[in-house]
């Protein structure tokens, strides 16, 4: 007899260790299909079809199909809406219920809603479970039972109320999988071409054992964090990131690693980790923030940026070394460190006056890390209109950021090689090198590298400017 079946629709999940959706479904079914949707909806908006995403996605999909055939099952790949794919998957296997885990961003929100409604109309149950981030919503909330806007409070309520449990290991067992003889009818197989992709180079690997193998490494290294983090030269952080938007590791699993330790390094970690769960969380709970700037009176600025500036930005040739370095490498890799997104997005705003949208809208195109709730919360801190943003009287000077974090000009010389032979000293800004020095560097500014395109001081009192007069138009 054919055993009762559930679905595991899995997401931005794409392992089946620690997985609490699988695990749940795997406690109270006799049997339990895997599921993914390529969701037309999403793939539509796609412009390029090199995107590194797709490449990762398909790679770690291959991945977890293969573990899921080990254990005699294999993962059911559908290709559109996945309001009407997974309604008909569930009728068509005639499933009892439908387990996932919970996803933060508005459309998904709403996708859920019709996809429970629909299945519910025909009897079928649909359990959504927290998974992506230790805490949601309302898990952390003030005396007075609102959302947390400021990020250290948030941190400390976060910390007090960890417990055990919060980051528990679910193992699912996989002896639940349904049989691969069950679903022989509904396993298409389709490559990346079939969906209309080409396989992108990405540069690193996909899939979950892949992801253990980068957080061994950096656990090694883990209580220098604190010290390296902010270079980018050095590779000091767990480049995890895309592991984590991808779900091909467990956050709970990265927490819990990080506790082990008891250095200011894995502290420090710990924190970033903590970042993540408040911008899901504000994401969550002001889902505004996606059409509008957190604090409201900044929505009104006007701002003057050029056209031919935010292509100078995007194509790394604003004259400014580091910013330069940053957006050359981003474009070849779909990847960035930390510092200088905050680098390269203050500078956009508060040196080129551009609309922060548009690095927002060029990041979420580009990053292979791309998250709807970091991206938008990094960029809302940078241009000062966000949540416990960078005060915008506080501007970066990108010279000297570039002194302090690339200090002997490493990232530099590896992603502007036209500037590589300067010195120590000169990399950081080569404008103010003299025609000899120039000469020797084998670099004449103007011609084999761009003349700065604005002038930091100037911008930097513009942008004061732009912020003041919105705060004189509030008083007036
Ligand atoms: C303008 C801007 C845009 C950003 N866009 C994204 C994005 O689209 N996706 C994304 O994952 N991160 C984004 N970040 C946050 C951060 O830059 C990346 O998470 C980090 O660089 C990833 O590298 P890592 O995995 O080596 O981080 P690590 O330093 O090893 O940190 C561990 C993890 O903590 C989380 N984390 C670290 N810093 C932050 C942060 N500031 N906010 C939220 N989570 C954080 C990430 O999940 C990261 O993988 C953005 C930051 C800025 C300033």
Redesign the pocket.
């Given at each position: 007899m054919k055993p009762k079946l559930s679905l595991c629709w899995i997401r931005r999940d794409l392992r089946l260790a620690d997985h609490r959706a699988l695990f749940e479904a795997c406690c109270v079914s006799q049997s339990v299909a895997v599921v993914f949707v390529y969701d037309t909806t999403i793939l539509e908006k796609l412009k390029d079809k090199n995107d590194r995403r797709m490449t990762f996605i398909n790679k770690s999909l291959q991945l977890v199909d293969q573990k899921l055939r080990d254990k005699g099952s294999a993962l059911i790949t559908l290709y559109g809406d996945p309001c009407e794919e997974i309604p008909l998957l569930a009728t068509r296997l005639s499933v009892e219920a439908v387990f996932c885990n919970r996803d933060y961003e508005p459309s998904a929100k709403e996708r859920d809603k019709i996809v429970a409604d629909l299945l519910q109309s025909k009897g079928i149950a649909f359990h959504s479970y927290k998974d992506q981030v230790v805490f949601e919503g309302l898990d952390i909330a003030t005396k007075t039972g609102n959302s947390f806007r400021v990020f250290t409070p948030y941190k400390r309520a976060w910390l007090e109320k960890l417990a055990i449990e919060d980051i528990r290991i679910f193992r699912p067992n996989l002896k639940k999988l349904t049989p691969i003889k069950y679903l022989k009818a509904t396993l298409v197989s389709r490559t990346l071409n079939d969906i209309g992709f080409q396989n992108a180079k990405i540069w690193l690997e996909a899939g979950e054992d892949a992801a253990q193998k980068r957080l061994t490494k950096?656990l090694k290294n883990i209580d220098n964090y604190e010290k390296i983090?902010d270079l980018p030269g050095e590779g000091g952080?767990?480049?995890?990131?895309v592991h984590?938007?991808f779900g091909t590791i467990s956050i709970r699993s990265l927490v819990r690693e990080a506790f082990k330790f008891k250095s200011k390094g894995s502290k420090a970690?710990l924190s970033?980790?903590i970042?993540?769960d408040f911008?899901q969380m504000i994401l969550d709970r002001f889902p505004n923030i996606v059409e509008h700037t957190f604090l409201p009176q900044y929505d009104q600025i006007k701002w003057p940026g050029s056209n031919a500036h935010f292509n100078a930005w995007k194509e790394g040739r604003t004259g400014y070394p580091l910013v330069d370095a940053a957006m050359r490498h981003f474009n070849a890799t779909g990847w960035?460190?930390?510092r200088l997104?905050?680098v390269v997005?203050s500078f956009l705003t508060k040196d080129l006056l551009v609309y922060w949208r548009r690095g927002e809208q060029y990041?979420a195109e580009n990053?292979l890390?791309?998250?709807l709730a970091?991206?938008n919360?990094?960029?809302q801190?940078?241009a000062s209109t966000g949540c416990d943003a960078q005060p915008y009287f506080r501007i970066f000077n990108p010279v000297n950021q570039s002194k302090k974090f690339d200090p002997k000009g490493k990232f530099i010389r590896n992603n502007v090689p036209e500037l590589a032979k300067f010195t120590d000293k000169r990399i950081h800004w080569p404008h103010g090198a003299t025609i000899e020095e120039q000469k020797k560097a084998l670099c004449m500014m103007g011609k084999d590298y761009p003349r700065p395109i604005v002038d930091h001081s100037l911008q930097r009192a513009k942008a004061l400017q732009l912020f003041k007069s919105i705060k004189n138009n509030l008083v007036n």
């Amino acid at each position: 007899m054919k055993p009762k079946l559930s679905l595991c629709w899995i997401r931005r999940d794409l392992r089946l260790a620690d997985h609490r959706a699988l695990f749940e479904a795997c406690c109270v079914s006799q049997s339990v299909a895997v599921v993914f949707v390529y969701d037309t909806t999403i793939l539509e908006k796609l412009k390029d079809k090199n995107d590194r995403r797709m490449t990762f996605i398909n790679k770690s999909l291959q991945l977890v199909d293969q573990k899921l055939r080990d254990k005699g099952s294999a993962l059911i790949t559908l290709y559109g809406d996945p309001c009407e794919e997974i309604p008909l998957l569930a009728t068509r296997l005639s499933v009892e219920a439908v387990f996932c885990n919970r996803d933060y961003e508005p459309s998904a929100k709403e996708r859920d809603k019709i996809v429970a409604d629909l299945l519910q109309s025909k009897g079928i149950a649909f359990h959504s479970y927290k998974d992506q981030v230790v805490f949601e919503g309302l898990d952390i909330a003030t005396k007075t039972g609102n959302s947390f806007r400021v990020f250290t409070p948030y941190k400390r309520a976060w910390l007090e109320k960890l417990a055990i449990e919060d980051i528990r290991i679910f193992r699912p067992n996989l002896k639940k999988l349904t049989p691969i003889k069950y679903l022989k009818a509904t396993l298409v197989s389709r490559t990346l071409n079939d969906i209309g992709f080409q396989n992108a180079k990405i540069w690193l690997e996909a899939g979950e054992d892949a992801a253990q193998k980068r957080l061994t490494k950096f656990l090694k290294n883990i209580d220098n964090y604190e010290k390296i983090r902010d270079l980018p030269g050095e590779g000091g952080t767990s480049g995890l990131s895309v592991h984590l938007r991808f779900g091909t590791i467990s956050i709970r699993s990265l927490v819990r690693e990080a506790f082990k330790f008891k250095s200011k390094g894995s502290k420090a970690w710990l924190s970033e980790l903590i970042w993540r769960d408040f911008y899901q969380m504000i994401l969550d709970r002001f889902p505004n923030i996606v059409e509008h700037t957190f604090l409201p009176q900044y929505d009104q600025i006007k701002w003057p940026g050029s056209n031919a500036h935010f292509n100078a930005w995007k194509e790394g040739r604003t004259g400014y070394p580091l910013v330069d370095a940053a957006m050359r490498h981003f474009n070849a890799t779909g990847w960035m460190h930390n510092r200088l997104r905050m680098v390269v997005a203050s500078f956009l705003t508060k040196d080129l006056l551009v609309y922060w949208r548009r690095g927002e809208q060029y990041f979420a195109e580009n990053l292979l890390d791309y998250d709807l709730a970091a991206n938008n919360g990094g960029w809302q801190w940078c241009a000062s209109t966000g949540c416990d943003a960078q005060p915008y009287f506080r501007i970066f000077n990108p010279v000297n950021q570039s002194k302090k974090f690339d200090p002997k000009g490493k990232f530099i010389r590896n992603n502007v090689p036209e500037l590589a032979k300067f010195t120590d000293k000169r990399i950081h800004w080569p404008h103010g090198a003299t025609i000899e020095e120039q000469k020797k560097a084998l670099c004449m500014m103007g011609k084999d590298y761009p003349r700065p395109i604005v002038d930091h001081s100037l911008q930097r009192a513009k942008a004061l400017q732009l912020f003041k007069s919105i705060k004189n138009n509030l008083v007036n």
